[in-house]
């Protein structure tokens, strides 16, 4: 079984940043692609950027240029740094398998707030 713990949500400015990670319970090395998900209130969790053991990435088309998703499989965490923060970016941010396919239970996941 797998466990995620996401961190590093919080309230923040319209067009500031913030870095989320997520560390996970085993070895992300052997996870073909890792992904992060929010899911704003009333609305369906969306796959907002993942990322390969290949390094190729791929982002919602709303996020381009303004976040970036990395992994270090050492630490078996995942990153999320979001720049330039909008308020629809608000949401609850999970972290989970990639490529739109969430094969395990999820965490807690952190909150972001983007308002002024």
């Known amino acids: 079984q797998v466990q995620f713990v996401e961190s590093g949500g919080g309230l923040v400015q319209p067009g500031g940043s913030l870095r989320l990670s997520c560390t996970v319970s085993r070895s992300i090395f052997s996870i073909n692609a890792m992904g992060w998900y929010r899911q704003a209130r009333g609305k369906q969790r969306e796959l907002v950027a993942d990322i390969t053991t290949a390094g190729s990435t791929d982002y919602l088309d709303s996020v381009k240029g303004r976040f970036t998703i990395s992994r270090d499989n050492a630490k078996n965490t995942l990153y999320l740094q979001m720049n330039s923060l909008k308020p629809e970016d608000t949401a609850v941010y999970y972290c989970?398998?990639?490529?739109?396919?969430?094969?395990?239970?999820w965490g807690q996941g952190t909150q972001v707030t983007v308002s002024s």
């Open positions: 989970n398998h990639g490529l739109g396919l969430p094969l395990y239970s």
